[in-house]
Nanobody
Framework: QVQLAESGGGSVQDGGSLRLSCVAS????????MGWFRQAPGKAREGVAA????????EYADSVKGRFAISRDDTQNILYLQMSSLHAEDTAMYYC??????????????????WGHGTQVTVSS
């Protein structure tokens, strides 16, 4: 049974940093595309970053390029999102997601079948 559990969210000041973690179970993290998404109140869910199984494709939303970094520890089955230079507009619930093996990899939420419950990130100015 595929399960994803996010952690690491919290409240930070403008310009601060956070690292989100997503513990994956029921599958090997190296076997599937995994991604981070976020959703702010009243807004649509937005793809933030995606990482392919073999690391040959890493994709970021334009709004986070140069500030966020996605990575993965396949020995522990954990996906990370290192977030730096956070701004108020980064405030959102952040979700980890994965799809079925062999599926495409990108920032479109329709590509993903399995989702975690999310972790809240709040940036105050």
């Amino acid at each position: 049974q595929v399960q994803l559990a996010e952690s690491g969210g919290g409240s930070v000041q403008d310009g601060g940093s956070l690292r989100l973690s997503c513990v994956a179970s029921g599958f090997a993290s190296s076997s599937r595309c995994m991604g981070w998404f976020r959703q702010a109140p009243g807004k649509a869910r937005e793809g933030v970053a995606a990482l392919s199984p073999t690391w040959n494709k890493i994709e970021y939303a334009d709004s986070v390029k140069g500030r966020f970094a996605i990575s993965r520890d396949d020995t522990q089955n954990i996906l990370y999102l290192q977030m730096s230079s956070l701004h108020a507009e980064d405030t959102a619930m952040y979700y980890c997601a994965t799809n079925s093996p062999g599926m495409g990899c990108g920032l479109g939420s329709v590509m993903y079948r399995y989702w975690g419950h999310g972790t809240q990130v709040t940036v105050s100015s």
